[in-house]
């Protein structure tokens, strides 16, 4: 009699523990389960990331750039913790790739090459097609996302189906995402935009009406709540509100930019203050602050002084192991969100 548990019932039990005591200790019990399971997705993610490479060289011309991740661990407990996902093994993006190209018919034809790929490739070619291009998020997220699935050989030695997601955009729509990552950055944990499924802050909103701005320019459907008339988009665009988040994601950008200084000139285990205070003149003023892990309790008491002064318009700690990026990466933001700037300008000029 085989009395050896359920792999998938010991990696979802490990995956609710681990998300109920996080932050742990890396040998923890339950660390290592979910820390495996995640890790086992390299050898999956780096053969689709190549049949992804290959279907953009034979389809595309060169312009285009791939890319490839594995979901952190912070944010893999986060979606367990939101109740978006309760079995670990069901987790359909834990692994992949991308692929930013110039335009949407080359969008389209790229996702019909991978939709033709040879089974050989894939153990299952398509296990979900999701285009939220012709059918935007209600955030104002646009992307053409396939899952495949691959098997990878278990301790055992049993073939286990792990599942990638492949995602195909436009520069513009990479523009646009980026941007959200940015403005996140200075908002810390508190009312993330990109965690927004449907609109529910003003921050949230200007990002849904930056979507149907680019969406008008490629011809493609706007998000539902937006809206189909060029000027009412320009027009909300143009709003006080929709300004001042603008320049409030302009600090984002500038922050990426002070993260990725810092992450050179004290390490990764450090951490930055940033706040945020208009000046005489009423114009916004970005501040820095750098503190080695070893100040970390100094941090905390500084970060609690500009909580409380009542003269910040923001205040975040910013651990520097807890960022997504890492290093130089960082610095795409500070050119994406200048790229993002300029063309929502354009559009509200031209709609005006």
Known sequence: MNDKPNPKNVL???????????????????F?????????????LNKTCEILEMACQKTLTDDFITSQRIKRMPTILEKIQSGTHTDLSSMQDLGGCRAIVADISSVRKLYEKLQTTPASAFTQIVKSQRDYISS?????????????SLDQQDEDGMARPLNIEIQ????TMHLW????????????????????????????????????????????????????????VARELS???????????????????????????????????VWLRRNAAGLLERHEEQFHSTEEHVAMNRLVEEESSGMNEAAVLIRLQDVTQAGEALLGYYMNTLEFRR??????NKHA
């Open 12 to 30: 979802k039990k490990a995956g609710r523990s681990l998300a109920e005591k996080w932050p742990c200790k890396k040998t923890d019990p339950d």
């Open 177 to 232: 995402a980026t941007a959200v990552e940015a403005y996140d950055l200075i908002n810390g944990s508190k009312d993330r935009v990109k965690r927004s499924q449907v609109p529910d802050t003003p921050d949230a909103f200007f990002f849904m009406w930056a979507s149907a701005a680019i969406c008008m320019t490629e011809g493609t459907p706007t998000p539902p709540n937006s809206s189909n008339d060029p000027k009412v």
């Open 239 to 273: 709003s006080t509100q929709s300004k001042a988040i603008l320049e409030r994601l302009q600090k984002a950008a500038d922050t990426a930019v002070v993260i990725a200084q810092a992450k050179r000139s004290i390490g990764r285990n450090g951490s930055v203050l």
């Open 32 to 44: 290592v389960i979910v820390d495996e399971f995640r890790r086992s997705h390299s050898e999956p």
């Open 168 to 171: 195909c955009r436009t520069r």
């Open 136 to 148: 935007p998020k209600p955030s104002g997220y646009r992307s053409m996302h396939m899952v495949v």
């Open 343 to 348: 063309l929502l300008e354009d559009f509200c």
